[in-house]
């Protein structure tokens, strides 16, 4: 069966409190913002939900620069962080799993912060020196929740493999500082006051304990395709939330939960770990009400999104990577669900062997 063996994450080592935020956005954009987008930057930014970020930029200096980054820029320093951030996961990650490069014989990576062509999986290929067979797929387009369907297809590629010895690797990376856009258009408002940069990266293995799943349930509803997504605004990407999301995902992601944890006849309660998608604190809010969750449940969630933000679609491998190192016991449960554009929602119940 497949089994996620072990995570590796990495961030960029430039931290921005939220303080620090607040008052750089305040000096550089008092031009730009109204009272009111003030205000409401200065109240998200205050909120205790989120204390500091990473950002992909090396010093204060090149976090300036975001303001007037041109498009040449932005893509190169996409690129250049992807990759970084890609390989320092990976290598903790086959540390974890005490494996090598020799033994991946696929590789899968997903984003929505940035695009290239060939993607950056072909710069993995390079640096690891990965032989020039290997199965590999970039995968963009599910937004925040694209974690769960990379998996879902390093399994696939992982059974048709059908070697026991060989392992798939499954990259999250978001550079999210790479869409940075003010205006007083709300949504920029709130992505500018919660989103950070991160990446991870997971090895599955047929052998070996680790989190063993089945399948991962999805949901889509194109619906609410306008009320979470990526906009393109001359030439450059913007993000689009909806201020009723929270109240969406409240509605549609808990019936999701319940049909995974139905199919294995188990509780929400039964349930050891939780990691939900630390997409901010209302939306964690609303479902922990609808899933009448005590608070002890989400503190994987709330700590991820204390210490980094929303990092889109690896945050939610942050979290596990924290159950991981909580040493579950053999046969715990553990539900892990992500969500995002489209709209779309994954979620899998999985048990520790």
Not at 65 to 94: G, P
Not at 278 to 295: F, H, K, M, V, Y
Not at 317 to 344: V, Y
Request: with cysteine.
């Amino acid at each position: 069966m497949c089994k996620i063996i072990s995570i590796g994450t990495a961030v960029p080592p430039f931290i921005l409190k939220q303080d620090t935020a607040d008052s750089l956005l305040t000096e550089h954009y008092r031009d730009v913002l109204t009272k009111r987008g003030m205000d409401v930057m200065h109240r998200i930014l205050a909120h205790p939900g989120i204390t500091k970020r990473h950002v992909a930029v090396n010093n204060i200096n090149e976090l300036l620069l975001l303001k007037n980054e041109n498009m040449d820029s932005r893509i190169q320093r996409f690129t250049s962080w992807a990759v970084t951030l890609s390989k320092e996961a990976i290598q903790k990650a086959l540390a974890d799993a005490k494996k090598s490069t020799s033994d991946i014989k696929g590789l899968i990576v997903n984003t929505c912060t940035g695009y290239i062509c060939p993607g950056i999986s072909t710069y993995l290929i390079e640096a690891f020196q990965l032989p020039h067979s290997i199965r590999v797929y970039d995968l963009v387009g599910s937004g925040c929740g694209g974690a769960l369907p990379n998996i879902e297809m390093g399994k696939a590629v992982l059974n048709d493999l059908n070697d026991n010895n060989s392992i798939v690797v499954c990259v999250s990376v978001e550079i999210c500082s790479a869409t940075f856009e003010m205006s007083n258009d709300i949504s920029l408002i709130v992505s500018n006051s919660i989103f950070g940069d991160g990446a991870a990266a997971v090895v599955l293995s047929q052998n070996g304990p680790g989190l063993q799943f089945n399948s991962i349930d999805t949901f889509y509803d194109p619906e609410y395709r306008n009320d979470v997504r990526y906009v393109y605004k001359n030439g450059r990407l913007h993000n689009q939330l909806a201020p009723k999301l929270p109240e969406i995902l409240a509605e549609k992601v808990p019936p999701l939960i319940y049909t995974s944890l139905k199919r294995k006849n188990i509780n929400p309660s039964d349930v050891n770990f939780w990691a939900i998608h630390a997409g901010g604190d209302r939306i964690l809010s609303n479902l922990q009400t609808r899933l009448e969750l005590p608070e002890s449940k989400m503190n994987y969630a709330r700590e991820v999104l204390s210490q980094y933000g929303n990092m889109s679609s690896a945050s939610v491998l942050f979290e596990l990577k924290n159950i991981f190192d909580d040493s579950p016991q053999k046969d715990d449960w553990c539900s892990f669900t992500s969500f995002g554009a489209g709209l779309s929602a994954y979620t899998c119940l999985a048990r520790f062997v």
